[in-house]
């Protein structure tokens, strides 16, 4: 599981986010992490399902809570695996300024080791 910092996330990530939920038909306002593609022009495309509740047999629960105070035992949670991926140079062409500035915040992290 990775572990969670009150950093807000680049500018840029944040922008490509928005943009993603903008154009897509889902209604979840999450924020998945976003996948750079090198050499890629790839537009930002959102991907995955959404966590949930299933059985042992690989039923969705649609309502966890109501199965809890019964101790079915059999529900498991399956994590999240909704992402968004999006080429490095569309990013670069859309969001040239942010772009420069992930960059070097890439960099200068680099160099700082964290």
Partial sequence: M???TTERP???IR???RYAREHSTSTRHDNPPVKI????GQEPALSGNVGHYETAG???I?????YGKKG???MRY???SRGITVGDRWAEQHYGELWGKYVAHLVAKALTGN
């Fill in 78 to 80: 399956i994590r999240s």
């Fill in 10 to 12: 680049p500018e840029l």
């Fill in 2 to 4: 990775q572990k969670r």
């Fill in 37 to 40: 593609l090198p050499d890629s």
């Fill in 72 to 74: 079915w035992n059999n």
């Fill in 62 to 66: 649609n309502h966890p809570a109501a």
């Fill in 58 to 60: 690989g039923t969705w």
């Fill in 15 to 17: 922008a490509i986010r």
